[in-house]
């Protein structure tokens, strides 16, 4: 989807962060966060459930049928192309007869979404089409028995976003992300097209990506090559509405790469990176001076509270997209797009150096939760500019964490905010459910202390 209208340029950082005191006082939040599986049943209910997560590019769905599948935290869901409008639509990957899943596959196309448990079809708006054998069932209503919608949004540049909340109150994609579509205005999406996915599992919390993520604090250290295409001390990450905007100024200098650095065990990356051969004494031989491969575009980088990011070079962008399994394992997720007509020698640069540095990234990730298991470490200082990102986003954790847990504490059991089945009618099951619910809270002692 093509935006409006594109800046030549990405916006400077706002000038009055640039001198913001140095207070020391924020914290990292407790260690046992980021392995405590209760804990993160609670983020599930509190964060997942209820926030705007990103999914993908529109310009993925060429036509009416085309759809992917998805799980964020548990929850499985596809967006599929309309048929009848040509828009996007979210639904649960739940057949509502008898909760199958009504696709099987990472991504098809199809006007006709099947069941194979016992052959209920769907369209692509989700409505009931066929229910064998119910045609003469007294009573039995299609259009009650639609797939279960997800709220999503299409942003005028093609993000797409979801939101499982089915709460009244539940924060329209504007005032969750303030100012985010405007900003993205930097960036012409429409010139570039999807090249490859990849993941990465990870033995980490979700978390601990992002602690990483919203820093450059240890860019110096972990990616010492990133000096190479920016100056690392003009990196800021500045909060927004819910996301963050990162920015670093671009080396516009050449880069002299020797003839004879070039080594199939010790490739540059992407940047003009990697390790350069020694050499015992100069040795003349023409120097080949290649400009930046990131061009002149400074970059535009946002995270996405809570789990994503978009990072758009000049070359492509990517998206990150971590993905909780338990309290101790995320899959992250990545999806490439490359500027249309480059070549396909640039594309593998910039598809190894961001592998360079995600894998830098993941291995730090690794290492760190094995300490955060042990019980040793507690919490930690963060640095109030460095780290600004990270205060930011585990404030906002923090938050929506004590806010919904109060909520819990006051209603005596678990509120999952994503629950669809406040649609279901029949009195018997509504009073079969009560019985589940009355055990939940505590044997219907009225005890309003959750068993956690």
Same mark, same amino acid.
């Given at each position: 989807m093509a935006s409006a209208s594109v800046a030549k340029t990405p916006a400077p950082p706002p000038a009055d962060f640039k001198n913001d005191p140095l207070?020391?006082?924020?914290?990292?939040? !407790?260690?046992?966060w980021w392995t405590s599986e209760k804990i993160y049943d609670l983020e599930k209910r509190a964060i997942f459930n209820q926030s705007w997560l990103f999914c993908t590019h529109s310009s993925r769905f060429a036509k009416a049928g085309d759809y992917f599948?998805?799980?964020i935290a548990g929850i499985n869901f596809f967006?599929?192309?309309?048929?009848v409008d040509g828009s996007l639509k979210a639904f649960h990957n739940v057949c509502r007869h008898r909760a199958y899943p009504v696709i099987r596959k990472e991504e098809g196309s199809s006007i006709v979404v099947g069941c194979k448990y016992h052959g209920w079809s769907y369209n692509?708006?989700?409505?009931?089409?066929?229910? !064998?054998?119910?045609?003469?069932v007294e009573g039995f209503d299609k259009d009650e028995n639609s797939l279960y919608p997800v709220k999503l949004h299409v942003t005028p540049q093609g993000l797409v976003f979801v939101n499982f909340s089915n709460e009244p109150d539940c924060v329209e994609f504007d005032d969750w992300y303030q100012g985010l579509s405007a900003e993205m205005e930097e960036f012409d999406f429409s010139d570039y097209e999807y090249h490859m996915s990849y993941e990465l599992d990870g033995q980490f919390n979700w978390k601990t990506l992002m602690d990483g993520y919203q820093e450059c604090y240890h860019c110096p250290t972990a990616h010492p090559g990133l000096s190479t295409a920016f100056k690392m001390e003009t990196y800021q990450v500045i909060p927004k509405g819910r996301y963050c905007r990162h920015y670093a100024e671009i080396v516009r200098e050449k880069v002299e790469i020797p003839e004879d650095d070039k080594d199939a065990d010790e490739e540059s990356s992407w940047f003009g990176l990697g390790k350069k051969k020694k050499v015992e004494k100069p040795v003349e031989k023409p120097v080949e001076k290649k400009v930046n491969p990131g061009g002149d575009f400074n970059g535009l980088w946002v995270y996405l509270f809570p789990n994503s990011g978009v990072n758009c070079y000049s070359p492509a962008w990517y998206s990150i997209r971590v993905l909780p399994i338990t309290a101790t394992h995320t899959i992250l997720h990545y999806d490439i797009y490359t500027k249309k007509g480059l070549p396909e020698t640039e594309k593998k640069e910039f598809v190894d150096f961001l592998?360079?540095?995600?894998?830098?990234?993941?291995?730090l990730c690794q290492l760190t939760q094995k300490n955060l298991n042990e019980g040793i470490y507690s919490t930690?200082?963060?640095h109030p500019n460095k780290e600004r990102g990270?205060?930011?986003y585990q404030n906002l954790v923090a938050d929506m964490v004590k806010t919904h847990f109060a909520k819990e504490q006051a209603a005596g059991k678990p509120i999952n905010p994503a629950f669809v089945g406040h649609?279901?009618?029949n009195p018997n099951v509504m009073e079969l459910e009560g019985i589940c619910s009355t055990l939940e809270c505590g044997s219907g002692s009225g005890e309003k202390t959750l068993d956690w």
């Open positions: 207070l020391a006082g924020e914290h990292t939040l !407790p260690a046992s599948s998805y799980t967006i599929i192309k309309s048929k692509t708006d989700g409505k009931l089409t066929k229910a !064998p054998h119910f045609d003469n592998q360079l540095v995600e894998l830098e990234d993941f291995n930690g200082y963060l990270v205060v930011f649609a279901a009618k």
